[in-house]
């Protein structure tokens, strides 16, 4: 099986924290050149110096605010006008939890730009040069909430599954030429995210956080939180040349708990 990425270049996004960055540092490791994508700079600056690396690696970083479309597009224009990008993870901070019926307009407004149309910037941005050296990994992390919604995030429910469906659509469209989409799923892997949801559930259930945490455990047959690297793991895989038939799935990475197929 071969997962040797050397040679190529994955641009991360939301690099700096969580999956992203164990996604960065695992994609590095099978011997890509990272391009790490934030906002914040000085936590670019300190992630890239703890990429594994080695003389055929160079690790870049961009800081763009996904607030921003036209402002991310102008960033990747002309970083691509001396790079080409073989693999695009798409991965950004999911919005405010809280029920759909209570949430502004403007709130899924915001997330369709921050997520679908961020994402979609950065897709044609690098597309052109994955479709002429014949071979591209586009890889969107999204949520298990694209098979199930999930209770409490109605803003995320809603935006998550409109992405699976962009997803989809570009892996029928981009598949001829040899570039590859699809979706993989986190639920409860211990991120920055995660614990937030969880201190906001124990506040409303007045219970502790510990509490709140194994009543999630209580739902996982694999009986444990899962880390940003075990959903790295299934992102750095679908970006290998052993993966080149895998295309416009959804992969769950949550230790069995989405109860759908």
Wanted: aromatic share 4%; with cysteine; net charge negative.
């Amino acid at each position: 099986m071969i997962t040797d990425l050397t040679g190529k270049r994955a641009l991360v996004c939301g690099s700096t924290q969580g999956i992203g960055r164990a996604a960065a540092a695992e994609l590095a490791m099978l011997g890509a050149s990272i391009t790490l994508v934030a906002r914040n700079e000085g936590k670019l600056k300190e992630v890239l110096v703890h990429l594994p690396a080695d003389d055929t690696e160079s690790h870049h970083y961009l800081v763009a605010d996904f607030d921003d479309p036209a402002k991310l597009k102008t960033v990747i224009d002309e970083y691509l006008a001396n790079h080409r990008i073989d693999i695009l993870v798409n991965n950004t901070g999911g919005p405010a939890g809280g029920p759909a019926i209570d949430a502004a307009p403007g709130e899924f407004t915001r997330a369709f730009s921050n997520h679908l149309i961020c994402n979609h910037v950065l897709v044609q941005a690098v597309t052109p040069g994955m479709i002429e050296a014949g071979w591209g990994r586009i890889i969107n992390v999204i949520s298990t909430s694209v098979k199930t919604p999930l209770k409490g995030l109605g803003v995320s429910n809603t935006i998550r599954g409109a992405v699976a469906s962009w997803a989809k659509t570009l892996a029928t469209e981009l598949g001829p030429s040899g570039i590859t989409v699809n979706n993989v799923l986190p639920s409860t892997a211990m991120t920055g995210r995660l614990q937030s949801l969880i201190d906001s559930r124990a506040e409303k259930q007045q219970k502790t956080a510990e509490e709140v945490k194994n009543d999630m455990i209580e739902e996982i047959p694999a009986g444990y939180i899962g880390t940003p690297e075990d959903v790295a793991a299934a992102i750095a895989f679908l970006a290998t040349p052993a993966a080149r038939y895998i295309n416009g799935i959804n992969v769950p990475v949550d230790g069995g708990k989405t109860p759908s197929l």
